[in-house]
């Protein structure tokens, strides 16, 4: 495994975020990790310390897990202490990054065609026990979520009119609505992460 060093590895925030609102790109590699533009490579096996010569000491941290709340990342560790999970927790609307998945952002896309993406390079091998929110896409480990879909949210709407609340609640409602379009985190894992 090759480490990507950068300069003053141990300062905070090496993606230098809000310093001209650019966004920093995230290119999500399915089955191998991460490359985050101008600061280097994170691969699937590396330990925490390898991650954090790369990327800087993180915000929190527990035994399994590191977070990366300014770079909007969520790294897990499995029981060897190897790196095997990688979230963008931000969706739909990041702040300081911009992923690219299969060359596009993943959250531009709308639920289905995100869906549609995924499950035409995963093939067949699909976990859908928690659809619509949640999918699964085994034979590439891509994982993405939404807290609530667009029928859920238009369920809420109609029954929101029914009882007389829908002008009190209409701005949030509205907001769920759009946020419903689109899933709100997707994480890639090492070969068989959710098998």
């Not at 590699?29 to 101008?38: E, F």
């Not at 369920?155 to 609640?169: F, L, M």
């Amino acid at each position: 495994m090759q480490l990507t060093k950068r300069n003053n590895a141990s300062q905070r925030s090496p993606l230098n975020i809000n310093s001209n609102m650019n966004m920093t790109k995230i290119e999500l590699n399915p089955l191998k990790g991460i490359h985050i533009a101008q600061v280097g490579t994170i691969e699937f096996g590396m330990t925490a310390n390898e991650v954090k010569e790369i990327l800087g000491q993180p915000e929190q941290e527990d035994d399994s897990q590191l977070y990366y709340c300014s770079e909007e990342l969520r790294l897990d560790f499995n029981s060897q202490k190897c790196l095997e999970f990688i979230e963008i927790i931000s969706g739909p609307y990041p702040k300081a990054i911009e992923p690219i998945l299969y060359d596009v952002n993943p959250f531009v896309l709308l639920a289905n065609e995100l869906v549609d993406l995924l499950t035409q390079k995963n093939g067949y091998d699909i976990d859908y026990s928690e659809v619509p929110v949640c999918y699964a896409f085994r034979s590439i480990s891509v994982g993405i979520f939404r807290e609530f879909s667009e029928e859920t949210t238009q369920q809420s709407i109609k029954e929101a009119k029914e009882n007389g609340v829908y002008e009190d609640e209409k701005l949030w409602l509205l907001n769920d609505l759009e946020k419903s379009k689109h899933f709100w985190t997707i994480g890639i894992g090492m070969k068989g992460y959710y098998e």
